[in-house]
């Protein structure tokens, strides 16, 4: 035979690539492209982890009972089917959420129906090619501050072995029938939930505020409306393009909030229709992008700056009602946070990155992480949850705008106390592929072993290893880098998606009179500088 070439190269590269390992569970479950080979998303990888999963409940309780959710991506509704045939057969009690709805509304489920376990068939905002199967954990799976929380080791691990164990998809029983269908009525009591919960008021404050809400292509679009309406904002304005599921994301180049371009649409019709207030929820509605506008134009406020507004609006909260309780993020996240609950007299816990780790502190009322990931209702939805985010912002804004003032004016004043801090990141994407996997752990072996001794003229005071642990930490793939002004670095591989995240954040004093515009140009040049010469510690352009 001959050698590859060319084309044929990168085909022979790709299909070696589907079959060099299987999709592992990685951030609470799978998640990759489509496509064939135990490497890939498709119905054999999902009935096999289906069995696992099954077994895995099965050797933990008697009966156990599972829901399972899926949104409106390439092949969601016939990867939640097969995994609900596969449960059937396995002896497991099984609802099927009505039609693909958010990853809220199943984490809400496992919850409310007092579930062991919930299985969500979504890629969240990655692309269109990809798809994905997480899980959730509840009832008698976990102690209380973990129930209808993604799973963590070392289920994660036991359901990676179970799943293993099967000797081929043939070999798997699968139910022609046998789960419940449930009613819309489970839909309806989330949105009574959140309304409840995060958004019971009504009145001009609320029907005063304008807001132009995208769903980003995916299946959140209903929901949030019915929750904001029912909440009392009644002047909203949907991205009609954008409204409806298509799993093909076709007016973006991915259908992530954060991407620049996705929230073009969303800031034409806000300037159209005079809005006080952008809202994005991403495909599965898990995640929630906020933009307010100016005087040069709509911005969108960075994860860290609506999570530290919603933080401290949740301090405030907890504080008025005599509440012991603990604010929570990231060791990605802003240090801000950490602040903000002191400042109150509550509790801090930071964690590792993902929503597994944040919603399990004791006492937890509020917990974020950069990424557009905001837990506001822990209670409700122990998992990040875009819907009720939203609401806390549009109450938040309505509240302020009463008082003639704004989220930007909210978060001038937190700089005034605290200090201003300013986050970015510096984001290296790779192929998704062997050779791309390396590089970005070789990236980090080099910030590991050879790292940058000065960022923007400050020099380094202290290198952390994330993967020895730390006091606060156990053992993770990333590197903090500190710098004698403050300024922090952490790098990590990214759990979903094949990319090396730098979170770079500078911190600014605002003394007594101080013009914050200034200092906040002061801190964006900062930010710059800091992200130029990371680059060229790692040998990379900035962007």
């Not at 009690?93 to 919930?118: E, I, K, N, S």
């Not at 240090?335 to 109150?344: M, P, Q, W, Y």
């Not at 005034?416 to 790779?430: E, I, N, S, Y």
Request: hydrophobic content about 45%; overall charge negative.
């Amino acid at each position: 035979m001959g050698a590859w070439r060319g084309g044929d190269a990168a085909a022979g590269a790709e299909l070696a690539d589907r079959f060099a390992r299987p999709l592992g569970f990685g951030t609470a479950g799978l998640r990759g492209a489509l496509g064939g080979g135990p490497g890939r998303m498709n119905r054999a990888v999902v009935i096999a982890t289906s069995a696992g999963l099954g077994a895995y409940l099965n050797d933990q309780v008697d009966r156990p009972r599972v829901v399972v959710g899926y949104d409106a991506r390439h092949g969601s509704q016939v990867f939640a089917m097969d995994a609900a045939a596969v449960l059937t057969a396995a002896g497991v009690q099984v609802f099927v959420l009505p039609g693909a709805l958010p990853t809220p509304v199943l984490a809400f489920a496992v919850r409310h129906l007092d579930a062991d376990a919930g299985v969500m068939v979504t890629a969240s905002h990655n692309p269109a090619s990809d798809n994905g199967y997480k899980v959730y954990l509840g009832a008698r799976m976990t102690d209380d501050d973990g129930r209808g929380a993604l799973i963590v080791p070392p289920a994660d691990e036991a359901i990676a072995q179970a799943s293993a164990q099967v000797r081929s998809v043939a070999s798997v029983a699968r139910a022609e029938a046998g789960w419940t269908v449930l009613r819309p009525e489970i839909v309806e009591a989330y949105r009574d939930g959140a309304v409840r919960t995060v958004g019971d008021a009504s009145g001009t404050a609320c029907s005063g505020l304008r807001i132009v809400l995208t769903a980003m292509h995916g299946v959140g679009a209903d929901l949030a409306t019915s929750v904001l309406r029912a909440a009392g904002f009644t002047d909203l304005h949907l991205v009609d393009e954008q409204a409806r599921p298509d799993p093909d994301f076709p007016t973006v180049a991915f259908p992530n909030p954060e991407e620049p371009g996705a929230l073009d649409l969303a800031f034409a019709l806000a300037t159209k229709v005079r809005a006080d207030l952008v809202v994005a929820l991403d495909p599965d509605a898990d995640r929630c992008a906020v933009a307010v506008g100016g005087t040069t134009g709509w911005r969108r406020l960075h994860g860290d700056e609506t999570g530290v507004l919603l933080g401290a609006d949740a301090a405030d909260r907890a504080r008025d009602r005599g509440e012991t309780a603990t604010l929570a993020c990231s060791v990605v996240s802003s240090r801000l946070l950490r602040l903000i609950a002191t400042s109150a007299g509550l509790r801090f816990a930071q964690t590792l990155t993902g929503f597994k780790w944040i919603v399990r502190p004791a006492g937890l009322v509020f917990g974020y992480e950069e990424a557009l990931g905001y837990c506001v209702a822990p209670d409700l939805v122990r998992d990040k949850d875009g819907i009720t985010a939203a609401l806390r912002v549009a109450r938040l804004a309505a509240r302020l705008k009463t008082d003639g003032r704004t989220l930007t004016d909210s978060l001038d004043d937190l700089a005034r106390t605290h200090g201003l801090f300013l986050t970015d990141q510096l984001t290296v994407r790779m192929s998704d592929d062997e050779q791309g996997r390396a590089t970005i752990a070789a990236l980090v072996d080099r910030l590991r072993t050879d790292g940058p001794s000065a960022l923007a003229g400050s020099a380094v005071v202290e290198t952390t290893d994330l993967s020895r642990g730390t006091d606060d930490l156990p053992p993770t793939d990333g590197i903090v880098v500190l710098c004698a002004d403050g300024t922090r670095v952490v790098a990590r591989p990214s759990g979903t998606e094949p990319k090396l995240k730098c979170y770079t954040e500078v911190v600014h004093p605002v003394p007594p009179g101080a013009d914050l515009a200034t200092v906040r140009t002061t801190a964006r040049q900062h930010l710059a500088d800091v992200a130029t010469d990371l680059a060229a510690a790692l040998d990379l352009a900035t962007g």
